[in-house]
């Protein structure tokens, strides 16, 4: 049996510095979102969200006559851009910083989900973010913090730009995920990570 919940004010939600208005804005965000993950949408379980060539919600009337993508075809590249260089910052610091590993593993297999949820990585032609990984694995961690903190305020702009019902919902659930990923992202690097 698993053991009880307790309140605690050690550990690394507390050490992170998460406000009360964040996490009720979390509690919030999710109570919205996972009815929606849930599958309670009532499409076709094969599709849960858009891809890149086809940013419409199935049966929508673009799909049906062949026409062009709408605004969110563009919105999908944009999303796909940040996921990809967000991941790609996790990949660099966990190969600057190996005692990260176990920290930012989870957090870059995360974006890889979403990434093959939206259709997979951009292409290699695409603009990329190859800047440098701080030397210290507290700098480095703090720029992977930050990084997914706008991340998540993104997706949420995203989710309420989105012109498919579906596609808003996908991003919603993208910032409640990434959310919850940060939420026990470790403020200072573990014992030993200080490679």
Request: glycine residues 12%; hydrophobic residues 40%; charged residues 20%.
């Amino acid at each position: 049996m698993p053991a009880p919940l307790r309140r605690t004010t050690t550990g690394p939600a507390a050490s992170a510095g998460a406000s009360r208005r964040s996490v009720l804005t979390g509690l919030a965000g999710a109570a919205v979102v996972l009815p929606a993950v849930g599958g309670c949408s009532g499409g076709d379980p094969a599709r849960t969200a858009p891809t890149p060539a086809d940013p419409r919600p199935p049966g929508s009337a673009g799909e049906q006559d062949g026409s062009a993508p709408g605004a969110d075809g563009d919105l999908v590249t944009t999303v796909v851009a940040d996921l990809a260089a967000a991941r790609a910052l996790a990949e660099r610091t966990v190969r600057r910083h190996p005692g990260l590993r176990s920290s930012l593993r989870p957090v870059a297999g995360l974006h890889t989900t979403h990434l093959d949820l939206l259709g997979g990585a951009p292409a290699d032609d695409a603009p990329r973010d190859d800047s440098p990984v701080p030397p210290g694995a507290g700098a480095a961690l703090l720029g992977v913090r930050r990084g997914e903190e706008r991340l998540v305020r993104r997706l949420t702009t995203w989710a309420v730009a989105a012109e498919s019902g579906e596609l808003a919902q996908a991003l919603a659930a993208m910032a409640a995920g990434t959310a919850q990923r940060l939420a026990v992202l470790p403020a200072t690097p573990p014992r030993g990570g200080a490679a």
